[in-house]
């Protein structure tokens, strides 16, 4: 409607931000796929499009996107960090895992910087929220707390997006918890996964010294 040229300067200056975009949703689909395989529960998972006016805080990011976003992007970069010392132990050729490193840096950064109303005094009350919520300590020891008939530990821990005065310490400990209704067999794989990473940086360590 408008020629060539109009739609190659309208569409050209989007890439970037459609690109940043699609790469998170690709991320929060593929989580989802991959929780439902592992557990055969098909639970929501967050896609990062709120409403374009309703601002987020960073706490509800953690709470929204850590599992399927914040943690494999740390556990990548750790990969990496294995890849490239290992790499030079050796004497080997690094590569640089641009595609790769960057995808992981848009899942970490894409929440904020999509978020509406970003001031600065936003920035600095969302940050000073994250804070507390991270060095928060709960107020009652979870095996001195007071339990309702028929309640597990989990279920009464503060450890809900819509709690303030939830922790990190509690959601962590909520999440392993979980855990034990998963199959044995499950977990047994999950350790000796986890055993082979041990195994892996105990190897590597000596190579940086």
Same mark, same amino acid.
């Given at each position: 409607e408008y020629g060539p040229l109009e739609g190659i300067l309208r569409f050209v200056p989007s890439v970037p931000g459609c690109m940043t975009m699609f790469t998170f949703i690709n991320k =929060?689909?593929? =989580?989802?796929v991959s929780e439902t395989i592992s557990t055969g529960k098909a639970e929501y998972v967050s896609t990062g499009r709120p409403n374009a006016n309703t601002h987020y805080s960073w706490r509800d990011c953690y709470f929204v996107h850590s599992t399927s976003h914040y943690y494999p992007a740390f556990q990548v970069c750790f990969a990496y960090c294995v890849y490239y010392l290992l790499a030079e132990s050796y004497g080997f050729d690094k590569l640089p895992m641009l595609v790769v490193m960057s995808s992981c840096g848009l899942w970490l950064v894409a929440p904020i910087l999509f978020c509406p109303?970003?001031?600065v005094k936003t920035i600095i009350k969302d940050l000073n929220e994250f804070w507390q919520f991270c060095i928060a300590y709960p107020d009652v020891s979870s095996r001195t707390m007071q339990r309702e008939k028929n309640k597990n530990t989990e279920d009464v821990l503060k450890a809900s997006i819509k709690n303030p005065r939830a922790t990190l310490y509690e959601v962590w400990l909520q999440r392993?918890? #979980? #855990? #034990?209704?998963?199959?044995v067999s499950q977990?047994?794989?999950?350790l000796i996964a986890s055993l082979i990473k041990l195994c892996i940086v105990v190897s590597v360590l000596p190579t940086t010294m």
């Amino acid at each position: 409607e408008y020629g060539p040229l109009e739609g190659i300067l309208r569409f050209v200056p989007s890439v970037p931000g459609c690109m940043t975009m699609f790469t998170f949703i690709n991320k =929060s689909i593929s =989580s989802a796929v991959s929780e439902t395989i592992s557990t055969g529960k098909a639970e929501y998972v967050s896609t990062g499009r709120p409403n374009a006016n309703t601002h987020y805080s960073w706490r509800d990011c953690y709470f929204v996107h850590s599992t399927s976003h914040y943690y494999p992007a740390f556990q990548v970069c750790f990969a990496y960090c294995v890849y490239y010392l290992l790499a030079e132990s050796y004497g080997f050729d690094k590569l640089p895992m641009l595609v790769v490193m960057s995808s992981c840096g848009l899942w970490l950064v894409a929440p904020i910087l999509f978020c509406p109303q970003p001031t600065v005094k936003t920035i600095i009350k969302d940050l000073n929220e994250f804070w507390q919520f991270c060095i928060a300590y709960p107020d009652v020891s979870s095996r001195t707390m007071q339990r309702e008939k028929n309640k597990n530990t989990e279920d009464v821990l503060k450890a809900s997006i819509k709690n303030p005065r939830a922790t990190l310490y509690e959601v962590w400990l909520q999440r392993e918890l #979980k #855990k #034990k209704n998963t199959p044995v067999s499950q977990r047994l794989v999950v350790l000796i996964a986890s055993l082979i990473k041990l195994c892996i940086v105990v190897s590597v360590l000596p190579t940086t010294m």
